[in-house]
């Protein structure tokens, strides 16, 4: 999804470690906005915190709309890893997914909202040596206008060589919401 033109959003994500990403994203037009991140671990502890080298720009672009028959379809880059920034790889725990391409399609079923999401990425931290194509799937459902359910699967190819903090066995993530309105929700997410 996009926002809407001339609306933004700001996300913040809390990690294990005391690790928080800022993100802050912009509907520049009707089917293109722009994104800029920028955390580190240990910002929630006792410690010295450990800033992410740099800030990290994300931009999505959807090239064709929803309808009927067609699923929607958007190029995207997003720079942004999730987890701690291991300087001797030069990579997130969670590589970034760097350039993808991903298909939606929604259906309405028993006054439930479901959406199907699949695309492939290729990510531009590759200094393990792991330059696969990766792949990835998820599912997002509204059961009603207060609680709505994600659940997603990456397949983790560009993360299985013996340096890989995935080992081959991919990534499956859940998350509920709490939609207090269009414009405000709280999510939890359970990240593998």
Known sequence: GLLPRGSFDFDIK??????????????????FMLGISYGGAKLISQEKPVWNPRPEIAAKIRLINESYLLPAFALVYDGQGMGEYDDSLKRYQFKSRGFYGVVSKNYLVYDIL??????ANYSLENDDKDKNLNLFMGTDIRFNESIGGILEYDLGTNDDNNSAFGKGRGYLNLGIQWIFSDRLSLELDLRN
């Open 14 to 31: 809390i990690y294990p470690g005391g690790g928080v990403i800022n993100t802050i994203n912009i509907g520049l037009m009707k089917r």
């Open 114 to 119: 479901m959406g199907f999401h699949f695309g």
